[in-house]
């Protein structure tokens, strides 16, 4: 059987991804353990859900939004979060997120150092204290252990150029989180140079 085409964000336009599939690869860092996955985008958003399932309460949200040039980034926050409002977060934006190819963003415990972030690329860092808790949730993807899984970024070259692109989904783009998001409490914390 024909191993399936890898499906990257509609905001990831790269002409040639051959050798990239789901996988995942691990490692033992000092405070626990960092997770890099790699997985089609249309799955992105469950996993969202399902990773705000088991993280420490209180949790927060974090977006990261391109502002002028492109180089620099605003930095949002949503603090204090229950997993339900988490979910809700992951739920009602994860396709927005996920597709848009700018965006940075991810959900983490205020207490612990669990973590999830997702790249411009889409790829997703997990980290934890414990590993077993991260390789269940990968498990339900049927993603495979690989000691260098290829990125996006590995493929990346003069010839095999990435373009960005922003994307709406539904009529909203992310430009429209911070307004989208005032009544759950988001605010901006600053900016970060690129």
């Known amino acids: 059987m024909a191993e399936k085409a890898f499906r990257a964000a509609e905001g990831v336009r790269i002409p040639h991804i051959e050798g990239i599939h789901p996988a995942y690869e691990v490692e033992k860092i000092q405070d626990g353990w960092r997770f890099t996955v790699v997985l089609d985008a249309p799955r992105i958003p469950q996993l969202l859900w ?4 088991i ?7 974090t ?9 620099v980034y605003d930095l949002y926050y949503v603090d ?6 988490l979910q809700a977060i992951a739920k009602r934006y994860g396709d927005l997120l996920t597709a848009d190819g700018y965006v940075r963003f991810g959900f983490a415990a205020h ?15 997990i980290y934890g204290r414990c590993e077993e808790p991260i390789r269940a949730l990968l498990k339900k993807y049927d993603l ?7 990125k996006l970024w590995d493929i990346l070259s003069e010839q095999n150029p990435c373009e960005l692109i922003h994307v709406e989904v539904e009529e909203e783009s ?3 989180l911070p307004q989208l998001l005032a009544d759950a409490g988001i605010y901006l914390a600053g900016q970060r140079k690129e």
């Open 174 to 176: 992310i430009f429209d």
């Open 80 to 85: 204090g979060c229950t997993r339900p409002v």
């Open 111 to 125: 207490e612990a150092p669990e973590q999830l972030y997702v790249s411009d690329l889409k790829t997703i860092q």
């Open 55 to 61: 993280l420490p309460e209180p949790g927060y949200f």
């Open 144 to 150: 495979s252990e690989e000691k260098t899984c290829k």
């Open 63 to 71: 977006l990261e939004i391109p502002a002028q040039g492109e180089e």
């Open 50 to 53: 399902d990773y705000c399932q």
